[in-house]
């Protein structure tokens, strides 16, 4: 995913315009889907819409883990997702507590530079090729955090437990393939749904542009009551799912 560095560009102010609750029925499924993004081994008649029907999601759960897959097909909330990527919030509870947090992509193109301080000069080829594959890794990776005291990890891309699939759509739109494992233990985060409870809550943040509106100059460093322009006046809706898990 390409990240645009774009602050010099606009002026972003997020707000929460309205949290939306929906429910989705996990299917039981003895092969799980490659987390790639493409989609192809899903059944479409699975998939329900939501957020004002610019996305569609769908579930699985196999006992282990939790699939998710998402269609999004509004071009601007596609093109802002590709901006500034994919924030997933998890409550094991089923309720909407931000217990865990998961970001895609973990780290931005220009987070890591391998050459800085003359570290590069001092590499072989063949260890310079091993870090570069290694950044790429994270950059492409997940970051997992714990609502509760915002310790995280970043887990390169592939890591056994937590996926994140990502790929472009052919008319254009976003999508996107989860695997969420329904019990994790790690020395930053560990949760495990209760036995009574087969419902966990998942929420996402949709981005859009809400209006435009002209900017005046003494925000952009320059004499008061000048325009300096348009800025984007962005807002971000929260979207939760109330998932239930099939039982086998």
């Known amino acids: 995913m390409k990240t645009l560095i774009i602050g010099a560009l606009f002026f972003f102010l997020l707000g929460i315009t309205g949290c939306q609750t ?8 003895d092969q799980p889907p490659r987390i790639d993004g493409q989609l192809n081994d899903w059944d479409s008649t ?3 819409d939501v957020g004002n029907r610019a996305m569609a999601v769908a579930a699985v759960n196999d006992g282990r883990y939790l699939y998710m897959a998402g269609r999004i097909t509004d071009p601007d909330i596609s093109r802002f997702l ?4 994919l924030t997933l919030w998890i409550d094991p509870h089923g309720g909407k507590r931000k217990r865990v ?3 895609v992509p973990a780290a ?12 590069g000069e001092s590499l072989t080829p063949e ?6 594959n290694h950044l790429d890794s994270l950059r492409r990776g997940v970051m997992v955090q714990n609502g509760a ?6 887990l390169p891309a592939g890591d056994a437990e937590f996926r994140v699939g990502v790929a472009r759509g052919d008319d254009g739109g976003a999508l996107y393939e989860i695997r969420i494992p329904l019990a994790f233990q790690a020395n930053f985060l560990s949760y495990r749904l209760p036995d009574r409870n087969r419902t966990l809550g998942l929420g996402f943040g949709i981005t859009s542009v809400r209006s ?7 925000m952009a460093g320059g004499f008061p009551g000048e325009m300096a322009g348009r800025r984007s006046i962005m807002a971000q809706e929260e979207v939760w799912s109330e998932v239930t898990l099939a039982q086998h």
Not at 22 to 29: E, F, I, K, P, V
Not at 212 to 218: I, L, N, V, Y
């Open 22 to 29: 929906y429910h989705l029925q996990s299917a039981w499924t």
């Open 46 to 48: 699975r998939f329900r």
């Open 82 to 85: 590709a901006m500034f990527g």
């Open 101 to 103: 947090e998961l970001r």
């Open 108 to 119: 931005a193109a220009t987070a890591f530079d391998a050459a800085r301080g003359g570290f």
């Open 127 to 132: 260890q310079h090729t091993r870090v570069e």
């Open 149 to 154: 005291d915002d310790r995280y990890r970043v």
């Open 212 to 218: 435009m509106e002209d900017e005046p100059r003494g």
